[in-house]
């Protein structure tokens, strides 16, 4: 007799794609940390900013992976979808509890200060806003994974992966859906330009945040999907490096392939 798919079935499959997401992000942090570390950096803003950057990518590959994991299961049963969502949503929320909480344990355990800890909260609470966004966009039936109806009468479409925000109007059969496109072989150019132009820059801690927010796009890009969020918030850090206080010591070509990258990546 054929297994009837159960909610328990359904609660243990988001645990397991929790436990992974936990365990993988845990393993991202401390490479990231011995890396930073072996090269003298540990003790530095970069150090932070990783670390927010691997949390919020980790954070998106969750709620994508839980949300198609929940497209999944409801295609093959007949469970109650309201349930199987609000069991999506518990386990969202406990998984990213011990995510963040895993990044702030590593964080307070390389003693960078108050501050650090300050900007990792702040942080954790931008990314539970955007569970709770992408969450009600299943609810409604516009989160891109959970599309209500897949011939909808009217489809407005803006273009933006990452976006916290979004909107369903017209009748019950329209539908919104955002995505955002940034020209990802642009931007690849622009960094083989940038990194070119760094060359003729001296070693210094702004060369190496530099460095730092260029290795984030270039991972970025070798995804499938690069998460535009990521890219954009890349590129404003490298807007705020080369246009600070101590953008001198950078060279004028770097600061122009810099600026040029940073526009490209929406920052």
Not at 133 to 151: C, H, K, M, T, Y
Not at 214 to 239: D, F, W, Y
């Amino acid at each position: 007799m054929e297994h009837k798919p159960t909610f328990d079935d359904f609660n243990e499959l988001a645990r397991r794609t929790g436990l992974i997401a936990s365990r993988h992000l845990e393993r991202s942090v401390k490479e990231m940390i011995g890396v930073n570390a072996a090269s003298g950096r540990l003790n530095s803003g970069m150090t932070v900013k990783r670390a927010l950057s691997l949390l919020e990518a980790a954070t998106i590959e969750l709620v994508d992976d839980s949300l198609a994991e929940l497209k999944r299961f409801r295609s093959r049963s007949n469970l109650d979808a309201a349930e199987l969502r609000h069991l999506t949503g518990l386990s969202l929320t406990e998984t990213y509890k011990t995510m963040s909480l895993g990044v702030l344990t590593l964080v307070k355990s390389i003693n960078l200060g108050p501050s650090a800890v300050t900007v990792l909260d702040d942080k954790i609470n931008d990314q539970w806003e955007y569970i709770r966004f992408r969450l009600r966009q299943s609810n409604l039936g516009v989160d891109e994974f959970i599309a209500v109806d897949p011939q909808p009468i009217t489809n407005n479409t803006i273009h933006a992966h990452g976006i916290i925000g979004g909107m369903q109007q017209g009748t019950s059969r329209s539908t919104m859906t955002i995505e955002n496109h940034l020209d990802n072989v642009a931007i690849e150019r622009a960094v083989k330009a940038a990194e070119d132009a760094l060359i003729g820059c001296d070693n210094s801690p702004l060369r190496s945040d530099v460095e730092g927010d260029l290795a984030t796009i270039k991972a970025q890009l070798q995804k499938p999907s690069p998460v535009a969020s990521i890219l954009r918030e890349t590129g404003k850090s490298l807007r705020n490096l080369t246009e600070g206080v101590a953008a001198g010591l950078l060279t004028a070509p770097a600061q122009t392939a810099l600026l040029a990258l940073a526009s490209i990546s929406g920052g």
